[in-house]
């Protein structure tokens, strides 16, 4: 009986993330006839199951679209994801996947070489908020690979792995130290080169990825990155989950607010 109940349950999960997945690409248009895709595939969770959606919404006929995908590996922040895994899971897919290594340099916070702060020490987390953060500098590394990797390709889009909930999260970081209302498009077509950035998740909560993923047995990082909580984003994803106790339908207010503003698809 508790067999057929967590089968019941695993299919109404699997159901309702092809559904969001679908009408997010319907309400957004975000993929078309003809694309190239480049998937960011980090190894976490979000970024599997995208890559999963992308790679069997692919095998059918419409809307017909190509996908790749693209590891990047950073030298000097040590946080790791199996590679073999990552193949494998492509192969699986019928996705090709590329593999790039990359580095980023973070200025010394002394003149003193014997007084700079190495990224990886454990002291380095709150004094590097005096400075360009690491989450920035690895993040906008890892973009330049990317954007570079996209038009070798002759891929239009990039794929990222950003659920319901980061776009959440991210509007109220932007209204609490900003003083705007916006947030991550789910489309964002860039102005300098011929990509679109898409966000194919926006639309699923990410409690719904964390239970398919231990369904599906998704693989885990290695290594997390060791800034990964030393950020506001931590803080906003706090404030959040205090905001729902109180409001079961904040989730629901903020992304109708973010819709009716015209937030969630700039060209």
């Not at 593999?99 to 070489?113: A, D, G």
């Not at 990410?206 to 030393?230: F, N, S, V």
Request: net charge neutral.
């Amino acid at each position: 009986m508790e067999k057929r109940k967590d089968d019941i349950e695993s299919r109404r999960l699997e159901k309702r993330l092809k559904e969001r997945f679908i009408k997010a690409m319907a309400t957004y248009h975000l993929i078309e006839d003809d694309d190239r895709i480049l998937v960011g595939l980090s190894g976490g969770k979000d970024s599997l199951l995208l890559t999963e959606l992308l790679a069997k919404r692919a095998k059918i006929d419409h809307p017909r679209f190509e996908v790749e995908a693209l590891h990047v590996r950073m030298e000097n922040i040590h946080y790791e994801s199996d590679t073999s895994y990552l193949q494998q899971f492509c192969e699986e897919l019928g996705v090709k996947l590329h593999i790039r290594t990359t580095r980023f340099e973070v200025e010394p916070l002394s003149e003193n070489p014997e007084h700079s702060v190495h990224p990886d020490s454990p002291e380095s987390a709150a004094r590097l908020r005096k400075q360009k953060q690491p989450c920035f500098l690895c993040s906008w590394q890892r973009r330049k690979e990317m954007f570079n990797l996209a038009q070798e390709l002759g891929c239009n889009k990039i794929a990222l792995g950003h659920h319901q909930d980061d776009l959440i999260h991210t509007a109220l970081m932007n209204l609490t130290f900003q003083g705007r209302f916006d947030t991550m498009p789910a489309s964002l077509k860039m102005r300098k080169m011929p990509l679109t950035i898409i966000r194919p998740l926006c639309m699923i909560e990410e409690t719904d990825i964390r239970a398919y993923a231990e369904m599906r047995g998704y693989q885990k990082q290695t290594k997390l990155c060791p800034y990964e909580t030393d950020s506001h984003r931590t803080d906003i994803k706090r404030l959040f989950d205090e905001m729902e106790q109180i409001n079961p339908e904040t989730r629901f207010s903020i992304w109708r607010a973010l819709n009716t503003d015209g937030k969630l698809a700039e060209v």
